[in-house]
Nanobody, 130 residues
Framework: QVQLGESGGGLVQAGGSLRVSCAAS????????MAWFRQAPGKQREFVAT????????FYADSVKGRFTISRDNAKNTVALQMNSLKPEDTAAYYC???????????????????????WGQGTQVTVSA
């Protein structure tokens, strides 16, 4: 299995930017589709973005589309989430997740439910002040 560890969270003012990263270890990284989820206090974990094994397909939640960008570096076993134009409602713990094959991703959508991912990191807190 794969182990995941997030970093890069912190406090930022509304309108600012932040980049969170996830490092993977244990097995061949390119075999895994990756995703970011987030969870605010008292709320369910929600999908943010996903990226296919090669990085050729990405898919975003409507709430972050145009502001967030997911990317991966298969040589370094990392996946990142660049967050721009942050809003207070983006405040949450952000979790990196990995999925064993198979993985579905097309123009109609990609796997975006927490139950569809097999491995999880511990999370990193992102707080956006008004």
């Amino acid at each position: 299995q794969v182990q995941l560890g997030e970093s890069g969270g912190g406090l930022v003012q509304a309108g600012g930017s932040l980049r969170v990263s996830c490092a993977a270890s244990g097995r061949t990284f390119i075999n895994y589709a990756m995703a970011w989820f987030r969870q605010a206090p008292g709320k369910q974990r929600e999908f943010v973005a996903t990226i296919s094994m090669s990085g050729g397909n990405t898919f975003y939640a409507d709430s972050v589309k145009g502001r967030f960008t997911i990317s991966r570096d298969n040589a370094k076993n990392t996946v990142a989430l660049q967050m721009n134009s942050l809003k207070p409602e983006d405040t949450a713990a952000y979790y990196c997740a990995a999925r064993d094959p198979p993985y579905y991703c097309s123009g109609y959508g990609c796997y975006d439910a927490p139950s569809q991912y097999d491995y999880w990191g511990q999370g990193t807190q992102v707080t956006v002040s008004a």
